[in-house]
């Protein structure tokens, strides 16, 4: 069960086809959109919400088959990244948001939203980087082991969704101080079946790391992208201790904007906000007032 007091939010439910796509929308003001990785969903964002809702307009959509959206099988889903980038902008047309947002950024969720920017960039004010990418592998950059056993083996199926070990590693190992148990619930009640965990699968199957692989093409367009961006305000707050997210990654995201506001957080892991949330909070909010344009 997830914490009323953890996660005290409303839900708001859009209809894609007959799967409903969880989402929040709390606040009023500015738009601020938070895109959440895998295998988190809104609830990674919850203090994010809670601190900044008084002043704007939070949304944050949980990813199809994660959260508490609908988790169809592949007959009735594609689980790849352009799929991904099409829900979110299905959502923020609905919601009919015409002024630039604030993308708050995590795993994943670079990814998707930076791909969502690329399309219309003139509808994007600011970036947040979480320990995430919008680029390629970097060069000399090898996948961990864990991650290459559940994309390229037969293991895979059997470890994420049968043991749910994917979900039960980021709420032990993503972390450099011991989560609460009100949170590490928090975090495992969407994934609880074997059912319930394919776009964990999913997601790791459709990382893209070779030019055949489905989701490359559209990765490298994002990369390419990304000069158009450069004259934004970007916060970059990142966990030293990810072993995915590592240093590699963060010189990616520097070579790219080197203007960017740049804090490292030695002691945080993957799951940066739980680390570091009570000083990175502050520091999105001060970014957000200051970086007015």
């Not at 007959?18 to 959440?36: K, W």
């Amino acid at each position: 069960m997830v914490s009323r007091e953890l996660y005290p939010f409303a839900s708001h439910y859009l209809d894609l086809s007959g799967i409903r796509y969880h989402y929040l929308d709390e606040g009023q003001g500015e738009p601020v959109v938070c895109v959440h990785g895998n295998p988190t969903w809104s609830f990674f964002f919850r203090d994010v919400v809670g601190q900044l809702r008084s002043r704007y307009r939070v949304i944050v959509p949980d990813h199809v088959g994660c959260g508490l959206s609908d988790k169809p099988d592949d007959s009735r889903y594609s689980y790849r990244l352009q799929r991904r980038v099409d829900d979110l902008e299905t959502l923020l047309t609905s919601l009919d948001i015409r002024e630039p947002v604030t993308l708050i950024l995590h795993d994943w969720g670079g990814m998707i939203g930076m791909a969502w920017a690329a399309r219309q960039p003139d509808r994007v004010r600011r970036l947040v980087v979480l320990n995430t990418a919008a680029f390629r592998l970097p060069a000399g950059k090898k996948v961990p082991w864990k991650i290459r056993i559940v994309r390229n083996t037969p293991l895979g199926p059997l470890l994420v969704r049968g043991l749910n070990a994917f979900s039960l590693g980021l709420v032990h190992q993503c972390v450099q101080r011991p989560l609460p148990a009100a949170v590490r619930a928090g975090y495992l009640a969407p994934y609880r079946s074997w059912s319930d965990r394919l776009a964990v699968l999913r997601f790791v199957q459709d990382i893209p790391l070779r030019p055949s692989d489905p989701s490359y093409a559209l990765v490298k367009q994002v990369e390419e992208s990304l000069p158009r961006f450069a004259s934004l305000p970007v916060l970059i707050c990142w966990g030293r201790r990810d072993f995915v997210f590592d240093d590699a990654f963060l010189a990616g995201w520097v070579q790219r904007f080197p203007r960017a506001i740049l804090h490292v957080f030695e002691g945080a892991g993957h799951l940066v906000l739980e680390d570091a949330g009570d000083r990175i909070v502050p520091l999105i909010d001060e970014f957000l007032q200051r970086s007015v344009l």
